[in-house]
């Protein structure tokens, strides 16, 4: 392996606890403007000093993420379907390895759909850009995309790993399930757990727990960070078990602490200033007959 791929390699993987903690915004190339997603700059920026890398599209890393940041880019080069179309699994690769480099990206993302209709172009398309990237230095992360039709127990997940790392990718991304320890054991490359949809904070830190625990080096999280009503506190406490051996006990315990600390150091800029009367308000001793 070149020096070049191991750097951007340890960017990505940190090679102090070979742990990553990766945050993915790349969901609007097919769904659009993601709840919560909406304003991608405004997301993104009080969470990208919490996170290893970010997994983002060429638009929105150069229209939303701040060039003078030292956070790895893994950038996504797959698409051409969208949530409303025929089939998702009908993609390609639409970004260059020159506009890649241009962006300075630490690795290259893109969807392999194993057992779907478009299996066959997306499995070569993944050799293809492996190929390519390798010339460069670059490395490749695989993602294990699984349709409507396609289950996620380990026995298809080992599955499509395993080809994805055949292929030749440095890096698979893919779902936990039961008996995950099994899908690791049959993937020779390091394997990063998806956060999927957004679930309760308490359970995607399980997750995140179960996923280290079962041999993943990390999580790519996005609607379980970003969907949160804390983002800053969930991500800081995903950290907690993923770069600090915390258990879902502790990083809970953390997230909740983070949460009833923040409104303590923000001013409520709506509240009115109770030291002065209120020459507006009505009769201050008519009863409140509100119906709560």
């Known amino acids: 392996m070149d020096w070049g791929l191991k750097n951007r390699l340890s960017q990505i993987i940190k090679p102090q606890d070979n742990r990553a903690l990766m945050l993915a915004v790349d969901h609007g190339y ?3 403007p993601t709840e919560k997603l909406e304003n991608p700059k405004k997301v993104i920026a009080p969470l ?37 179309g025929e089939d998702l699994s009908q993609e390609e690769i639409t970004v260059s390895i020159q506009d890649a480099i241009r962006l300075n990206a630490s690795a290259l993302a893109m969807s392999i759909f194993v ?12 050799g293809k850009l492996v190929s390519k990237a390798e010339k460069y230095g670059i490395p490749v992360l695989a993602v294990t995309a699984v ?66 625990k079962g041999g993943a080096v990390g999580v790519d999280m996005g609607r379980n960070i970003w969907q949160s009503e804390h983002p ?3 991500i800081k406490a995903v ?3 993923v770069h600090g051996n915390s258990t879902v006990d502790q990083a809970y315990a953390y997230y909740k602490k983070l949460v009833s600390e923040g409104p303590k150091n923000k001013p409520n800029q709506n509240k009115p200033n109770q030291n002065k009367p209120n020459q507006n308000k009505p009769n201050q001793n008519k009863p409140n007959t509100t119906k709560k």
């Open 30 to 32: 097919f769904l659009g």
């Open 48 to 84: 990208l000093k919490y996170c290893d890398s970010l997994m983002v599209t060429r638009g929105i890393q150069r229209t939303c993420v701040p060039a003078t940041t030292n956070t790895p880019m893994v950038l996504r080069v797959s698409g051409g379907s969208s949530i409303i």
């Open 115 to 126: 057992g779907s209709k478009y299996e066959h172009q997306t499995i070569v398309n993944l």
């Open 147 to 212: 349709g409507k039709e396609l289950g996620k127990d380990a026995r298809y997940l080992s599955l499509a790993c395993r080809i994805a790392a055949e292929q030749g990718a440095h890096i698979v991304k893919t779902y936990y399930c039961e008996n995950f320890e099994k899908v690791v054991q049959s993937c020779p490359v390091p394997i990063i757990v998806a956060g999927g949809k957004k679930i309760p904070e308490r359970d995607a830190l399980q997750l995140t727990y179960n996923s280290i």
């Open 232 to 234: 800053v506190e969930m």
């Open 239 to 241: 950290r907690t078990i």
